[in-house]
């Protein structure tokens, strides 16, 4: 994900309720966990499930009936296809905007073609220009509302897909907080990473932290 893009995952509002009971305003994202699985995945066989449960890997979509389809064809009117291929088994729908107009806008779906049952559907605005904003984000928070879906931003943190909530989350992210000072926001990416390994940090050392 690059900096400049603020991520959010997509689903069913229906699943949630069955899951918890009500709908919280934090869903656990088991930070460790992750940092573990991707230290020890072997690519040579592909990506097994992790064994931990967290709201990347609870099935949300295993009950819901979905046209994909559908959504896939409003998400093409906010941004163009991706030329990524399916597999035999997975189905993977993946749009990708242009970074070099400023439009690095992007969503995917990936599901199983069989089953139809979708494994992830999320999206990533671009914030360097107004009209990722107005258009991109806007557009897939309504095709969001009009699904009965929610949101869930990389901090696990619930929102109902309206734009005022997310304005107020963007504004406190790590993209609008680079794209305003980058400088300041390297050092405290830099600071952290020093605490886990004290060592002099360079400009590009903060760079590559931030990237790990």
């Known amino acids: 994900m690059a900096v400049w893009q603020y991520q959010l995952n997509i689903i069913p509002r229906k699943a949630v309720i069955e899951k918890y009971g009500e709908i919280p305003s934090t869903l656990l994202i088991d930070y460790d966990g992750w940092e573990k ?31 994909i389809k559908k ?16 597999d035999e088994d997975s189905g993977f729908i993946g749009w990708k905007g242009n970074s070099e107009n400023l439009e690095d806008n992007d969503a995917h779906i990936a599901y199983d073609k069989k089953t139809k049952i979708i494994s992830e559907f999320q999206f990533r605005a671009d914030l360097r220009k ?39 989350n963007l504004k ?8 305003t000072d980058p400088e300041k926001f390297l050092d405290k990416i830099a600071e952290r990473e020093n ?13 590559k932290a931030y990237f790990k």
């Open 71 to 86: 959504t896939s064809e409003q998400i093409d009117k906010l941004v163009s296809r991706g030329d990524w291929n399916d």
């Open 37 to 67: 699985y991707w230290e020890n995945v072997n690519y040579n066989n592909g990506f097994p499930d992790p064994d931990f449960e967290d709201a990347k890997t609870i099935k949300w979509w295993t009950n819901i009936k979905f046209d």
């Open 130 to 168: 107004r009209e990722n904003i107005t258009e991109f984000l806007n557009g897939m928070l309504n095709i969001c509302e009009q699904n009965d879906l929610m949101v869930f931003n990389t901090d696990g943190i619930l929102f109902e897909p309206k734009s005022e909530l997310i304005y107020e």
């Open 172 to 179: 406190k992210s790590n993209a609008v907080e680079f794209l």
């Open 195 to 207: 605490k886990r390994q004290p060592k002099k940090v360079s400009f590009w050392s903060k760079l």
